[in-house]
């Protein structure tokens, strides 16, 4: 079983900056992608950046103010945060999915609240 442990969420004021890490243990084999997604009061989850190894994706919204970073050995995953918007606010999830011959995984940690303060 994997299991993803994040840090870093809290509460920052609008235009300030937070990084967001996320890292897995357990019997994590091949690794797709790594990603971050985020889900708003009464909102559905969303992608905000991913990491597969043909390169990086953002939503629309956070491109050119997120960037995520992966660590290879320690299956880890970052999202530094700049310029931070209200509209960022929501709880902060981190998702691996890996592959074993024909089984796919896809694991979700328990979630971080970022909170942007105007």
């Known amino acids: 079983q994997v299991k993803l442990v994040e840090s870093g969420g809290g509460l920052v004021q609008a235009g300030g900056s937070l990084t967001l890490s996320c890292a897995a243990s357990?019997?994590?084999?091949?690794?797709?992608?790594m990603g971050w997604y985020r889900q708003a009061p009464g909102e559905e989850r969303e992608l905000v950046a991913l990491?597969?190894?043909?390169?990086?994706r953002y939503a629309d919204s956070v491109r050119g103010r997120f960037t995520i970073s992966r660590d290879n050995n320690r299956n880890a995953v970052h999202l530094q945060m700049n310029s931070l918007k209200i509209e960022d606010t929501a709880v902060y999830y981190c998702?691996?999915?890996?592959?074993?011959?024909?089984?796919?995984?896809?694991?979700w940690g328990q979630g971080t609240q970022v909170t942007v303060s105007s």
């Open positions: 357990g019997s994590v084999f091949a690794v797709t992608s």
């Open positions: 998702n691996l999915k890996d592959v074993l011959d024909d089984s796919e995984g896809n694991y």
């Open positions: 990491t597969t190894r043909g390169g990086k």
